[in-house]
């Protein structure tokens, strides 16, 4: 069964949530391979998301450690153990397994909940940080506007 998406699955970070929703997607396509039984399909889906799904956390991490969430490097060791998961099923297809069924409903029970508590819980550290880091551009732009304004007039 595809996953949709739900407004109950949104951060409320715009760039967040379209890295989540992509990594649906894949899952999604997971699915799609599964029912046709395609395995080399399977593979390249299954790479698709390793890929892109390290890229995310990486992302994700970046934003947490930028914000000084103090749970940082518990939720990056959350991600960790995700990974190597998902890299154990990647070789066991490697080696020959069925693991797309097994796989997708891991995937699908993971990401949800992830994103529902693991990442809920970042949200209002890292959104408070975006508000200071904007402010503080438009400060400097600002004060730069200033600055050559009146270096031409003088």
């Not at 999604?28 to 395995?39: M, P, S």
């Not at 200071?132 to 600055?147: L, T």
């Amino acid at each position: 069964m595809p996953i949709n998406w739900n407004p109950e699955l949104d951060t409320g970070i715009d760039v967040v949530d379209q890295q989540h929703r992509r990594i649906v997607d894949y899952i999604n396509v997971l699915e799609a391979a599964n029912g046709g039984h395609d395995r080399e399909a399977v593979g390249r889906t299954l790479d698709d998301i390793v890929d892109y799904t390290m890229s995310h956390f990486a992302f994700e991490e970046s934003l947490q450690e930028e914000a000084g969430y103090v749970f940082c490097k518990a939720h990056k060791r959350v991600h960790e153990l995700f990974v190597r998961r998902v890299n154990e099923y990647v070789e066991r297809h490697r080696l020959g397994d069925d693991v797309g069924h097994e796989l997708h409903a891991l995937l699908a029970n993971w990401l949800i909940n992830h994103i529902k508590r693991e990442d809920a819980d970042y949200v209002g550290a890292v959104k408070a940080n975006m508000i200071d880091v904007i402010a503080k551009k438009r400060e400097q732009q600002g004060a730069g506007w200033f600055r050559r304004f009146f270096r031409r007039a003088a």
